[in-house]
């Protein structure tokens, strides 16, 4: 079996900043890369910001990847570290300017779908047994929450303001699992799902501003997802998900940090005969 590209679409959060997103896909394996915002002006790892820095390497070692999924991600993460001493100009002026991103990532074996991920980014799968998350379920409450306390309109437009910048960077500090530069650490964190998989089963990976329809802006459930990208695709989802948060460009009815973020998704359709040992008799 392979995968079948169907759509990709990657927005921006805003068009004048650079989206730190990365998506892909290769015969049979597929990621999503998000890149988490720089808290810090560019310059540990040159004049390009660290999710910039780390979405691409990221990008560019599961393009170039081959294998089981375990053995992807294991060489993915040894590239990014290798990468980092290579690129660095400088010793961090704290762990929270250390680059880090959530990601997942999923690969054909034999009959089955492997899921890997850390952090943030979503990947559903539809089936004949119907439609399920392979990552945990998007799960905003505690951001929306720290978003609401800063008080109306904040997440907006105060979000590079002193106070919430320090508030942040303490909480990077404590930072759940991340995908980061210390390999070692990624190979620890990194979750794995197995599913069994069949010709015709649709895979879509999302990052979690895309995924925001969701969880934060409650629009469809999983399958509710499904049925209204088979009858009108990816851009019309993003088309909804932008106009929600433009209507609430203040973040009144949704707090968060801020209006839009990078939003990204690959549609997947698993295609080719099953395996000998899987073929019907």
């Known amino acids: 079996m392979h995968f079948d590209l169907i759509q990709t679409l990657s927005l921006a959060g805003k068009p004048d900043v650079a989206n730190d997103d990365r998506i892909g ?8 890369i998000d890149g988490a915002t720089d808290l810090g002006q560019p310059g540990l790892l040159g004049a390009r910001g660290g999710a910039a820095w780390l979405s691409g390497t990221a990008q560019r070692a599961f393009a170039g990847a081959s294998g089981s999924l375990e053995n992807i991600c ?5 590239q990014i570290a290798q990468a980092y001493q290579h690129d660095r100009q400088r ?15 999923v690969a054909l ?5 492997v899921c890997a991920h850390l952090a943030d980014c979503v990947v559903l799968h539809r ?9 945990p379920d998007p799960d905003h409450k505690a951001e929306r929450a720290e978003a609401a306390a800063l008080g109306p309109g904040t997440g907006a437009h105060g979000v590079r303001t002193e106070a919430v910048e320090l508030d942040r960077r303490a909480s990077r500090e404590r ?18 799902e197995r599913v069994p998989a069949a010709p015709g089963d649709d895979v879509v990976l999302m990052s979690d501003g895309f995924a ?14 499904i049925r209204r990208l088979h009858s009108h695709g990816l851009a019309d989802l993003g088309h909804t998900l932008r106009t929600i948060e433009h209507l609430d460009d203040v973040c009144l009815r949704y ?5 839009s973020d990078d939003a990204s998704a690959i549609w997947l359709r698993i295609a080719g005969p099953l395996p000998a040992n899987q073929a019907p008799r």
């Open 25 to 32: 896909c290769a015969d049979r394996h597929a990621w999503v």
């Open 74 to 78: 294991t060489g993915v993460f040894e």
């Open 109 to 113: 074996e034999g009959n089955q779908l």
């Open 255 to 259: 707090p968060r940090f801020k209006m």
């Open 127 to 135: 089936s004949a047994e119907g439609v399920r998350f392979l990552t």
């Open 91 to 105: 010793e961090p002026v704290a762990l929270w300017e250390l680059p880090r991103a959530a990601f997942a990532a």
């Open 175 to 192: 930072a759940r699992a991340v995908l980061g530069v210390d390999a070692a650490q990624s190979v620890q964190d990194t979750r794995y």
């Open 212 to 225: 925001a329809l969701f969880d934060t802006y409650q629009v469809c459930d999983p399958a509710a997802f």
